[in-house]
């Protein structure tokens, strides 16, 4: 997969050489590439913003350097088209649902908005050149997508073949069924007076199974009741 990200703070992403990632990239299982928005600008100041038309709080991100930087990423056919993602609390919500579905695609671009947001006519155009997402990490607000793109990327990038060394530990997560996660513990059996639930030391699989999925229903009705009655909004 090519993941372009397109952002005025491209130190954000160092952190995606470290760990599976960065594994992933030397492996040659992920193209990432993380491009400064302010290529695309000529000015001496590099402007990349400028005041609301109709007034208002803030600034707005100026369309003419994401159209270039967008016509210089986005695939030609007969490459299948971009997906371009826009991070935006005004957006869909991620869930592990979006996260399988991207992580189908062949080339994602990530456009980072930052101020105020991104001048509308920025959607429109992008639509004409790939598939348009705008896409939000939940309902609270961030400085900018930078954060948010980081997340998802991580959430994405684990999904490719490849990337996680053991495919069987990304079927036992939180969310892949619909259902959080049982609870784990590793030696000592006895730590500070807490035990380990005798079930796991009792090496019956049946049992230990049945007891797991006990406490992932147990726990998801507890801490999210919305994941039980498929209301997720
Ligand atoms: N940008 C600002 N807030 C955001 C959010 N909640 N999700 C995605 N992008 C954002």
Redesign the pocket.
């Known amino acids: 997969m090519r993941i372009d990200v397109l952002s005025i703070f491209p130190s954000y992403f160092d952190g995606l050489a470290l760990s599976l990632l960065g594994k992933a990239q030397s492996a040659g299982i992920l193209d990432l590439s993380v491009r400064d928005l302010r290529e695309w600008t000529f000015d001496r100041h590099r402007t990349v913003d400028d005041t609301p038309y109709g007034g208002g709080a803030g600034m707005v991100m100026k369309p003419e350097p994401w159209g270039l930087a967008l016509d210089e990423l986005a695939s030609r056919p007969p490459a299948p088209p971009s997906t371009i993602i826009f991070?935006?609390?005004a957006?869909e919500v991620f869930t592990q649902a979006t996260a399988r579905e991207l992580s189908t695609r062949e080339h994602l671009i990530f456009g980072c908005g930052r101020y105020e947001g991104i001048d509308e006519r920025v959607f429109e155009y992008a639509s004409s050149v790939g598939e348009v997402r705008l896409?939000?990490?939940?309902d609270?607000?961030?400085n900018?997508?930078e954060v948010?793109t980081m997340a998802m990327i991580e959430a994405i990038g684990r999904l490719i073949p490849g990337v996680v060394g053991n495919p069987e530990s990304l079927v036992e997560e939180s969310h892949e069924d619909g259902l959080l996660e049982y609870p784990s513990y590793t030696k000592p059996s006895v730590w500070r007076e807490r035990g380990v639930p005798d079930v796991l030391l009792s090496g019956n699989h049946g049992a230990i199974a049945t007891w797991r999925r006990e406490q992932q229903i147990e726990r998801t009705r507890s801490r999210r009741p919305d994941l039980l009655s498929g209301d997720e909004s």
């Open positions: 991070p935006s609390p957006g896409i939000s990490l939940g609270y607000v961030l900018g997508g948010a």
